[in-house]
């Protein structure tokens, strides 16, 4: 009951269709809903973005945490791992520049 349809599977090999289909057959009874876990928002930190400004020297006026949807206090997050993020000017990213890589995902921070 705690893993409902949309997480209901074989704990052996993991098959979800054949399993539920055999289930259904022998009458076991799968609630049609998302896992309790889900529900209850054990997870809810995983949906969260970054939104703030993680360079060395932040310029934004208003602080790390500002952040506009266009202009040089646009954030744009890591393309490569989504965990740090920078204010377009802050990092003198160009204006047109839809993507952008930390130093740790570029090598350009590893010291070599």
């Given at each position: 009951?705690?893993s ?5 599977h ?14 259904f057959?022998l ?33 934004c ?11 040089p206090?646009r954030?744009?997050l ?11 000017c ?8 839809e993507?952008w890589?930390?130093?740790?995902c ?6 070599e």
């Open positions: 009951l705690s409902a349809l949309h997480h209901f074989c704990p052996l090999c993991q098959d979800m269709e054949t399993f539920q289909a055999e289930m057959r009458g076991i009874y799968i609630p049609d809903r998302d896992a309790a876990w889900e529900l209850d928002g054990s997870f809810a930190e995983l949906y969260e973005r970054h939104s703030s400004c993680d360079a060395g020297q932040c310029l006026p208003a602080g790390r945490e500002q952040a506009e949807e266009n202009g206090w954030l744009l890591c393309s490569s791992c989504g965990s740090r993020g920078t204010h377009q802050c990092s003198g990213v160009a204006e047109d520049a993507s890589e930390c130093g740790d570029s090598d350009t921070g590893s010291g």
